[in-house]
């Protein structure tokens, strides 16, 4: 009476995880318990929108770890090369991984099937662009009208991030000491492996903008 059929995929995650007390049998809740972990907002913001490009390329279906192939990455990335650059792309293919590392790590997902073995992340190497001396002499010497404050403001901040030899933004925002004429931080990008202060002397023309 009672119908007993399986699916190949069913077999296939029954014998992975037979003797195994899994909780969570699938990509998609792995992902989700990952995301759920993820303390840094604009982090957990970038692997949200990769989970979002995975169900709209799945329709809407549960993912599971082996449905996330070579060949499943490989046509992801034809997919995604329509609407978007090879660094792009290369984010949420990492992004893919760092989870399917975690899942192995904590033994949901079995190491055969991490599909990254076969499948190399692309990158382009950007040119990086050079600011003239001359326009930097301008930069320098522009004078801001009374309705142009929020200008000026954005001139300085590029002005400190020079000066304090290519800060982040996000580190330049969070200054809070100034110790024997340097500033003190820890940068966020590498806080949670480097704690070590960096430490820069604060030069007069940077002073002058602080003040």
Known sequence: ????SMSVTDIKKYLLSYGKQRTIDSFSEYYN?????????????????????L??????????????N??????????????????TRGIHFRNIRAVFNRAID???????????????????????????????RKLLELKFTK?????????????LSFYF???NPI?????????????????QKTSGKVTTPIKISIQPEAMALIE
């Open 1 to 4: 009476g009672k119908d007993t």
């Open 165 to 167: 030899c290519g800060i």
């Open 106 to 136: 904590d033994e949901i997902c079995p190491q055969e099937l991490y599909p990254f073995r076969k499948f190399k992340i692309k990158a382009a190497e950007k040119e990086k662009e050079f600011l003239p001396v001359e326009s930097f």
């Open 70 to 87: 070579v060949g499943t990455l490989r046509n992801l990335d034809d997919t995604w090369a329509k609407t978007m650059g090879i660094n």
């Open 171 to 187: 580190d330049l925002f969070n200054l809070t000491e100034i110790k024997n004429n340097r500033i003190i931080f820890v940068r």
């Open 147 to 159: 309705n142009e404050k929020t200008l000026e403001m954005a001139r300085d901040i590029f002005l």
């Open 33 to 53: 318990s990952y995301l759920e972990k993820i303390p840094n907002e604009k982090s957990k913001y970038l692997y949200s929108y990769t989970f979002n490009l």
């Open 55 to 68: 169900n709209d390329y799945f329709k809407g279906e549960t993912i599971y770890f082996e449905n996330i």
